[in-house]
């Protein structure tokens, strides 16, 4: 593996003048990062773009100004000022981690990407991008941006698909970064956005690229051979919801954690539509992919309430779904149906 000389002085350059400054989690100087805003915008950032990220992160601040507000908040509360940004998942763990780090005797934040990783939500990515911005941990990011830039770069075909390729990569991507400790956030910051707004997936912009001169796929006209992914096997799965409201009044049920829009109130759901309540018509079919899998959600709607006794069973009156924690596809049909005004 050949080592590209003055690679990070490029990046550098480069990011200066081209890269994602201004961020609202970026210091506005050259003062040190706030830790907190870091970790929840690298959290917003897992699955989520960055101008959805933008719209959604004051006002997430504003709720939840420092990790103790957080961890004193109710889980609910903080599902609730996460949506829009989808995979509640992350607002449960992102409250849980709140919730250890306050218990300790003494606070404070994690040092080190391998503390960061104990926490739940951040694995490895997560936790070196947290920790080279806050702490300039000279560790290398992987994100899928930058593995992008590094495979592309150094040739290395299929970087993502067996132990010794990703070991290939993390080598490489060690042995190219700064070694002053001064430069590692703002280097991380534009390795990753030269992924995201130059080496592209599709149509990389390669003769804007600052690496250009030796990238070895570019010069050798190979970036289309350079593999990221194992091409997915979509699986099915079907489900039913069945929206049962009577005037102002809408029946939903509590998603436990864990399964899918866990932490959320949906419509009930159902398996099969010969276990839907009598009366029940179809209104729409919704598909979309989640995670590995195609989710084909059948929706039914019920114009009248039926007994309910559960404890994870409410009615709620269909003007205040703001305040509830539900997923903003339910808004959505509801709108559309103009069953929501
Ligand atoms: S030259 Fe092209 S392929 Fe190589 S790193 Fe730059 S954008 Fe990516």
Same mark, same amino acid.
Request: charged share 25%.
């Given at each position: $593996?050949?080592?590209? &000389?003055?690679?990070?002085?490029?990046? *550098?350059? !480069?990011?200066?003048?081209?890269?994602?400054?201004? *961020?609202?989690?970026?210091?506005?100087?050259?003062?040190?990062?706030?830790?907190?805003?870091? !970790?929840?915008?690298?959290? $917003?950032?897992?699955?989520?773009?960055?101008?959805?990220?933008?719209?959604? =992160?004051?006002?997430?601040? +504003?709720? =939840?100004?420092?990790?103790?507000?957080?961890?004193?908040?109710?889980?609910?509360?903080?599902?609730?000022?996460?949506?829009?940004?989808?995979?509640?998942?992350?607002?449960?763990?992102?409250?849980?981690? /709140?919730?250890?780090?306050?218990?300790?005797?003494?606070?404070?934040?994690?040092?080190?990407?391998? %503390?960061?990783?104990?926490? &739940?939500?951040?694995?490895?990515?997560?936790?070196?991008?947290?920790?080279?911005?806050?702490?300039?941990?000279?560790?290398?990011?992987? %994100?899928? +941006?930058?593995?992008?830039?590094?495979?592309?770069?150094? *040739?290395?075909? +299929?970087?993502?698909?067996?132990?010794?390729?990703?070991?290939?990569?993390?080598?490489?991507?060690?042995?190219?970064?700064?070694?002053? &400790?001064?430069?590692?956030?703002?280097?991380?910051? =534009?390795?990753?956005?030269?992924?995201?707004?130059?080496?592209?997936?599709?149509?990389?912009?390669?003769?804007? @690229?600052?690496?250009?001169?030796?990238? %070895?796929?570019?010069?050798?006209?190979?970036?289309?051979?350079?593999?990221?992914?194992?091409?997915?096997?979509?699986?099915?799965?079907?489900?039913?919801?069945?929206?049962?409201?009577?005037?102002? $009044?809408?029946?939903?049920?509590?998603?436990?954690?864990?399964?899918?829009?866990?932490?959320?109130?949906?419509?009930?759901?159902?398996?099969?539509?010969?276990?839907?309540?009598?009366?029940?018509?179809?209104? @729409? #079919?919704?598909?979309?992919?989640? #995670?590995?899998?195609?989710?084909?959600?059948?929706?039914?709607?019920?114009?009248?309430?039926?007994? =309910?006794? /559960?404890?994870?069973?409410?009615?709620?009156?269909?003007?205040?779904?703001?305040?509830?924690?539900?997923? +903003?596809?339910?808004?959505?049909?509801?709108?559309?149906?103009?069953?929501?005004?």
């Amino acid at each position: $593996m050949s080592v590209k &000389p003055a690679f990070s002085n490029r990046v *550098l350059i !480069w990011g200066e003048k081209q890269g994602r400054l201004g *961020l609202p989690w970026q210091p506005a100087d050259n003062s040190d990062f706030d830790i907190y805003k870091v !970790w929840i915008s690298e959290i $917003m950032l897992q699955q989520t773009l960055l101008s959805t990220v933008l719209k959604r =992160f004051d006002p997430f601040i +504003n709720l =939840f100004p420092d990790v103790f507000s957080l961890a004193s908040s109710k889980q609910e509360s903080v599902v609730l000022a996460w949506s829009g940004l989808g995979f509640y998942r992350r607002a449960i763990n992102l409250h849980e981690a /709140s919730k250890i780090l306050c218990a300790q005797k003494n606070f404070k934040f994690p040092k080190k990407a391998a %503390d960061w990783v104990k926490l &739940p939500g951040i694995g490895y990515s997560t936790a070196a991008a947290i920790s080279a911005f806050t702490s300039s941990e000279r560790i290398p990011i992987l %994100d899928i +941006n930058v593995v992008r830039v590094l495979s592309r770069h150094s *040739l290395i075909v +299929n970087p993502m698909s067996d132990v010794r390729s990703r070991a290939k990569l993390f080598r490489y991507a060690q042995i190219i970064m700064p070694h002053d &400790p001064n430069l590692i956030p703002r280097y991380s910051q =534009f390795i990753m956005d030269i992924g995201a707004l130059i080496c592209r997936k599709e149509k990389p912009l390669c003769s804007k @690229c600052p690496v250009s001169s030796d990238c %070895d796929a570019f010069q050798q006209q190979k970036v289309a051979k350079v593999k990221f992914r194992k091409s997915k096997v979509w699986k099915k799965i079907k489900f039913i919801w069945a929206i049962e409201f009577s005037g102002d $009044m809408i029946i939903l049920e509590y998603q436990r954690t864990g399964t899918l829009w866990g932490g959320l109130w949906t419509p009930k759901r159902y398996q099969e539509e010969i276990d839907l309540p009598k009366g029940a018509s179809f209104l @729409c #079919s919704k598909e979309f992919p989640i #995670s590995n899998s195609i989710l084909l959600l059948d929706i039914w709607l019920v114009k009248e309430i039926s007994s =309910f006794d /559960s404890v994870k069973t409410k009615s709620f009156n269909l003007k205040s779904l703001d305040s509830i924690p539900v997923p +903003n596809l339910l808004k959505e049909v509801l709108k559309e149906f103009k069953l929501l005004h």
